[in-house]
């Protein structure tokens, strides 16, 4: 804890100490909470591809009261590997020259592809995604058609500014891009080797990503290996307008949405999300019941946050009277009520209240101008 600052009184004999505020707020994070370094790595557990795990009870709900969220125990089928590279090192960079850093996707018993994230970490917009290149999407169903995006990659144009530079309990943002691919349908017909795909055929598509979020809830989270630790949560909902150019450009194919939540925590970044299934008829419910994806970190080397200075009491002061000493002090934002303590030895860690807490800006004690009356050390508390 900080050394509080001393105000001492030119006689010498008198002491007010202002220590920093104790209260359970919000926490809020900024760049420097999220990996965007080369080098930086996490691990985390998740369901298999294509399984779905029941979440009932588990995702809270958005208040304006912090609660506690327990993700210690949760499927391990796969463990995902994530690892932050410079760009350049990066062959796949090549379709996406405003990215600086890569983010690479890797399943830990290579049963699935790699799969990459090109993102600009700029100080004043946060993370900007340039696209994304995935071999999994070889074979997707969206809409209830199965399909394959060739080539398997997105570039955005504009580029997604998906997480702001800071973020906050109370905060929204909305994150919208366009990316277009070949569709790769299949008519079920059957096929015929490889002059006759039995049916395939491609048709231009074009895909507008349209994210909107909110902090809609803060507390504690826990998780398995990494522990616990202060977290806000965000509530995210995206749909994805599908279009398809059958000669005439593009035409409306569909829409399907997603509710995405992510827990992040300072010097952890995001360490839980849970994402429904997909639907068509409209945007998943809040509490929905089944998530298609449920992630946990468990492993990083990122550093651990550096704790902000405590905040303070300041403008302390002191005035001897025949009535004694009148200590104030400038009042603070987040505070309801302040504690006046007392003490005779500092080293002695026996402090004790003088009267009830009050919600004024001074205190005046009677007896410190009392003959007889010891030296007295005083501190002033801030109560949430």
């Known amino acids: 804890m900080k050394t509080p600052n001393l105000i001492r009184r030119s006689s010498g004999w008198l002491v007010l100490a202002g220590l920093p505020v104790m209260a359970q707020e919000p926490v809020t994070l900024t760049a420097s909470d999220f990996f ?18 029941d979440v009932s009870g588990l995702l809270g709900e958005a208040s304006n009261q912090p609660q506690a969220w327990n993700f210690v125990l949760g499927p391990r089928d796969v463990v995902y590997r994530f690892d932050y590279l410079a760009a350049g ?54 809409l209830g058609v199965r ?3 060739e080539p398997p990659a997105g570039v955005f144009r504009p580029p997604l500014q998906d997480f702001p530079a800071t973020i906050s309990y109370g905060d929204t943002w909305t994150a919208m891009t366009v990316y277009t691919n070949l569709l790769t349908l299949d008519d079920g017909s059957g096929g015929g080797g490889d002059e006759d795909p039995g049916g395939a055929f491609d048709l231009p598509q074009q895909t507008t990503y349209t994210a909107t979020a909110r902090v809609d809830a803060f507390g504690v989270v826990n998780c398995p290996g990494i522990g616990f630790g202060p977290c806000l949560r965000i509530n995210e909902l995206v749909q994805y307008d599908l279009a398809v150019d059958l000669g005439n450009g593009f035409e409306n194919f ?12 300072p010097g952890r970044g995001i360490v839980v999300q849970i994402t429904s299934e997909q639907q068509q008829t409209g945007p998943p419910p809040e509490n929905f019941p089944t998530a298609a994806v449920v992630l946990r970190m468990f492993e990083t080397n ?16 002191i005035t001897l009277g025949p009535q004694g000493a ?10 309801a009520s302040y504690r006046v303590e007392y003490t005779t030895n500092p080293a002695a860690n026996d402090w004790q209240a003088l009267g009830a807490p009050t919600t004024a800006n001074f205190f005046i004690d ?10 007295r050390f005083y501190r002033v508390v801030g109560l949430p």
Do not use: C, M
């Open 147 to 149: 399909f394959r995006l």
């Open 254 to 265: 569909g829409t399907a949405y997603v509710r995405n939540y992510y827990w992040v925590r």
């Open 36 to 53: 965007n370094q080369p080098g930086q790595y996490f691990r985390a557990y998740a369901n298999a591809p294509q399984t779905t795990v």
């Open 366 to 375: 009677a007896a410190a101008n009392t003959p007889g009356v010891p030296v």
């Open 89 to 142: 090192e990066v062959p796949e960079s090549a379709d996406f020259p405003g990215a600086t850093l890569a983010e690479r996707k890797s399943d830990e018993s290579g049963a699935q592809a790699a799969a990459w994230l090109f993102f600009t970490q700029d100080p004043s917009r946060g993370r900007v995604v340039q696209g994304f290149y995935d071999p999994g999407l070889g074979a997707v169903s969206l």
């Open 326 to 335: 009148l200590l104030s002090w400038n009042k603070r934002s987040g505070i």
């Open 302 to 317: 990122h550093p651990d946050p550096q704790p902000p200075p405590p905040p303070r009491i300041e403008g302390l002061t």
